[in-house]
């Protein structure tokens, strides 16, 4: 069972009287008692939000469930593992995820390692909001991120993390946090993952390993993730069209599978060649037996869509299936 927090919009409400010789302090009052009620639960409300998932055991946290269109009102692509209470691993980071990361409760302090999948705006763009926020959480360990080699048009992951903090980077004046020499509270750790047709392990520490293989997303170079903690299994397709058997190999009985539903069913040209239908999502799924599939990157081609989503994945996957929306909670059973 999956945990999902909504927060109502709020709305401004007309008190109507029905005796207009009511005296103006009676007014004033219930319009006080009214304000109360009001912000006495939205502050609850906040307050569980940001701080039920993970309490106990493994859980994953959808802190952005969109593309990179600002239409769709979501968060770019962004993912959070937690595990009793703290928050371990973080995937990829797309715009308005700092937000969500702040408003889910988690501390940069508390991070073990930054994975990226890609580097495409909707999943790197809030990276550097990240690193500034943990200059002032004052954190004291080093924070490793690992991700994709570079080709001729995409930096690599030293090269993504350079261009922002090294000493000729835009934001240079944090450089202290990535320059060796220059005096820190912490340093950031780069590591260029070579994607491999198989998957392979490239982080491992305490109850903690991570894997990754290599995925088709176009020409840009590509990785998903399979992350192992606490004796659970979450894994993060990224983006791809799903060919090859690297990824089924890398989601094989995993606990939580979250694949990304980006293009509807019988999308053809560049947008196939980027990302894969719900035919394919459940063909993967299938294949690799995974026990619970989540649906995000979820964009206004297939939003609206998804009862011809569920359908076309039903036809080869029957377990578990939701679709994901900004803040989400998945405990992992």
């Not at 308005?96 to 580097?119: N, P, W, Y």
């Not at 550097?128 to 995409?154: C, H, Q, T």
């Not at 399979?226 to 990824?247: A, C, M, Q, Y």
Request: charged share 20%.
């Amino acid at each position: 069972m999956k945990q999902i927090i909504h927060l109502p919009p709020v709305s401004h409400t007309e008190m109507v009287l029905p005796n207009a010789d009511w005296h103006l302090g009676a007014v004033l009052c219930c319009d006080a008692r009214l304000i109360f009620l009001l912000l006495f639960f939205l502050v609850t409300a906040t307050s569980v939000s940001g701080q039920s998932c993970g309490s106990h055991g493994v859980a994953m946290q959808v802190l952005g469930s969109g593309g990179p269109e600002l239409q769709d009102k979501r968060a770019s692509s962004s993912y959070l593992i937690w595990e009793d209470g703290r928050a371990r691993v973080l995937v990829d980071a797309g715009g308005g995820s700092a937000l969500r990361f702040g408003e889910s409760g988690a501390q940069m302090s508390q991070l073990d390692v930054i994975l990226f999948t890609h580097f495409h705006v909707d999943h790197s763009a809030d990276f550097p909001a990240l690193i500034k926020s943990s200059w002032f959480e004052d954190r004291k360990r080093s924070l490793p991120v690992y991700g994709p080699m570079g080709n001729d048009f995409m930096p690599s992951t030293t090269e993504f993390v350079s261009d922002f903090f090294g000493d000729r980077g835009v934001y240079r004046y944090l450089s202290e946090l990535l320059v060796p020499g220059e005096q820190g509270s912490y340093r950031i750790q780069p590591h260029n993952v070579q994607g491999t047709a198989r998957p392979a392990t490239v982080f491992r520490a305490g109850n903690l390993a991570l894997s990754a293989v290599r995925v088709v997303h176009g020409g840009v170079p590509a990785l998903a993730w399979r992350v192992e903690i606490g004796g659970k299994v979450i894994v993060f397709s990224g983006d791809t069209n799903g060919n090859g058997e690297g990824l089924p190999q890398l989601a094989s009985n995993a606990d939580l599978f979250i694949a990304h539903n980006a293009v509807p069913e019988g999308a053809t040209g560049v947008e196939r060649n980027l990302h894969m239908p719900p035919s394919v999502i459940g063909q993967v799924a299938s294949q690799a037996h995974v026990k619970h599939v989540v649906l995000s990157h979820r964009m206004l081609r297939t939003l609206g869509k998804e009862d011809q989503t569920q359908a076309e994945i039903r036809k080869r996957y029957s377990g578990p299936l939701d679709f994901a929306n900004d803040l989400d909670c998945f405990p992992v059973q």
